[in-house]
């Protein structure tokens, strides 16, 4: 056997038995680090990325990685038995349905948050969104407008109610594109690929995107609320460690940050 | 079952399939005949997108026709109209995409041909092109089937680049492979299948049936 064949032979049996896993049973100094994997929706990027370097610094026994995708994506994967800790889903919906399949750790669901939609313009566009509000989706310059898929993507939903309700809807959806979770349609507006657009306020005061533009908020009251939901999953070997990380996230500390990134708190 | 997005699917792969022949023809034989030295690099080129994950393809592509760049700002002035979000800008993109699936097998049964039939043709006063299209593509002719099949067959099941170029338009740019994925997204499960059994089928039918053609038409026409 050469080089190359052994070490790939080790790797595979690595893969197969697991050999990098650590014991994921006790939390402590002493102990080896907990890992614990987190399933977030991608309008948690930025917000979450800044508690979990916190949680971190104050739990050194715990490993937390997220993977940020779309919720249905990951409440498809999680009814398949994905090896999830924790799950927070940007609509309460999916984990209340995992919970009543009996996937969640005590049937428990959490609300964590208040999602908020904004009408988003990058810099180069001449338009005054503050002053226009929803109106500037009329504006005779708009040729396409990029929102969330409604069909899935909890702030399409979001979107597609508000513009009906403040009655701008029919005469914006022949110029509607779709993008396939909220960060891509972020994306397609950024890129000048479409010229203004239905955003998450925590992606418009993300650092990335606040110099790139500006938004003004649609009010709360034309859309139904988007309570954001999550749940730790019945399958994970740390409970512990995810309930940490839960409670850290819930307590007064994890909510004046995802204030600053533009949620509102779960009772608003 | 999604028929718009069938249809639309095969509209697509259909015009990307016709570009392709149209542009990966000349280009093969010009590959295959050339004896510049710098020959490698327009095949390097070529074949990109076989190593190139679709969404970088997509990610330039969508920055490249945007209309703040200057091909999306000739177009627009020129045509009146924007090429993201359309079905000429999925269309250049599924070109793009697919060019290696077409020119590859071209190439390759282009330099199979044995070149003094060429040069009997040739001796015998037919013009280059008469000579292309008499001789050298009835004799490249499995080679060509299957730089078609593969482009028409691999446009159908592009999935990358149309999710990062396309804004998911119904009947403009929501391909089968999108239809499917939004199926799937929407929790509706039963579509889904069935949409995807109906691709499995097909995509098997039309290898199966190229495959047994290039069988007859190599017994035709031994090459050597």
């Not at chain 1, 610094?57 to 090896?83: D, K, L, W």
């Not at chain 1, 040729?143 to 979107?159: S, V």
């Amino acid at each position: 056997m050469n080089l190359i064949q052994r070490l790939l032979a080790g790797l595979a049996i690595c893969a197969l038995t697991g050999c990098d896993r650590n014991p994921r049973s006790s939390i402590g100094p002493d102990a080896a680090p907990v890992e614990l994997r987190i399933a977030a929706a991608a309008d948690l990027k930025f917000a979450l990325d800044s508690l979990i370097d916190e949680f971190r610094y104050s739990h050194p026994g715990i490993q937390a990685g997220v993977t940020y995708g779309s919720s249905g994506n990951f409440f498809a994967q999680i009814q398949n038995e994905a090896p999830f800790d924790l799950y927070l889903s940007a609509d309460i919906e999916y984990p209340r349905k995992l919970a009543a399949a009996d996937l969640a750790l005590e049937g428990d669901v959490f609300g964590y948050a208040i999602g908020r939609i904004v009408v988003w313009v990058p810099r180069t566009s001449a338009m005054e969104v503050k002053e226009l509000g929803i109106r500037s989706l009329l504006d005779s310059s708009v040729k396409k407008i990029a929102i969330a898929n409604p069909q899935h993507a909890p702030y399409g939903k979001a979107a597609v109610a508000a513009m009906r309700e403040l009655g701008v809807y029919d005469a914006v959806q022949p110029k509607l594109v779709l993008g396939e979770n909220i960060a891509q349609t972020a994306q397609f507006i950024e890129s000048g690929a479409a010229d203004i657009g239905i955003i998450a306020l925590s992606l418009a005061l993300a650092p990335e995107m606040e110099a790139r533009g500006s938004h003004w908020e649609i009010p709360p009251e034309s859309y139904p609320k988007m309570e954001q939901g999550g749940m730790i999953l019945k399958s994970t070997p740390s409970p512990e460690a995810a309930k940490a990380l839960r409670d850290f996230i819930l307590a007064a500390h994890g909510r004046a940050v995802l204030k600053r990134y533009g949620f509102h708190p779960p009772e608003y | 079952m999604d028929w718009q997005a069938i249809g639309l699917s095969l509209r697509l792969s259909f015009c990307t399939t016709l570009i392709l022949v149209l542009l990966g023809l000349p280009l093969a034989w010009w590959l295959a005949q050339t004896r510049w030295r710098g020959r490698f690099l327009i095949e390097a080129v070529v074949a990109l997108p076989i190593v190139l994950p679709p969404t970088v393809l997509g990610f330039y592509v969508l920055m490249a026709i945007s209309p703040r760049s200057p091909l999306g700002m000739f177009y627009e002035s020129w045509f009146g109209q924007r090429l993201p979000f359309s079905f000429q800008g999925l269309l250049l993109a599924s070109v793009l995409y697919s060019l290696p699936f077409a020119v590859q097998p071209f190439i390759s049964a282009f330099t199979t041909i044995d070149r003094r039939f060429l040069e009997a043709s040739w001796c015998l006063g037919e013009s280059r092109t008469r000579t292309f299209f008499r001789v050298a593509i009835p004799l490249a002719w499995p080679g060509v089937l299957s730089g078609i099949v593969l482009s028409f067959a691999h446009t159908m099941g592009e999935f990358g680049v149309v999710l990062m170029v396309g804004g998911n338009l119904e009947g403009v740019t929501r391909t089968v492979s999108i239809s499917i994925y939004d199926h799937v997204q929407a929790l509706d499960y039963h579509t889904a299948g069935q949409t995807s059994l109906m691709m499995l089928a097909f995509s098997f039918a039309v290898l199966a049936v190229t495959y047994s053609l290039q069988r007859r038409f190599v017994h035709a026409w031994p090459t050597r």
